[in-house]
């Protein structure tokens, strides 16, 4: 009869694939957190951004320090 170890989970082996890949879950938030700032921010009207100190073609850049900090 085999059993499983609940100190390690099953997909442990593949966590380095999975981050390789993009594909573990602070990848996924990242990615999740950098397109909705992209959305939020380009919704803005380029007088609105400017109120608030971005321009329009800082937006991914901004974007991707915030996703980079929130996860």
Known sequence: MTTLSASRPAH?????????LG???TSRRQ???Y???C???GMLSDAELDDIGINRFD???IAR???QRAA
């Open 59 to 61: 937006i991914r850049e």
């Open 12 to 20: 442990a082996p593949f966590a380095g694939l999975l981050k390789a």
């Open 65 to 67: 320090a915030h996703a």
């Open 23 to 25: 594909l573990d879950e």
């Open 31 to 33: 990615r999740r957190i």
């Open 35 to 37: 397109r909705d700032t």
């Open 39 to 41: 959305t939020e921010l």
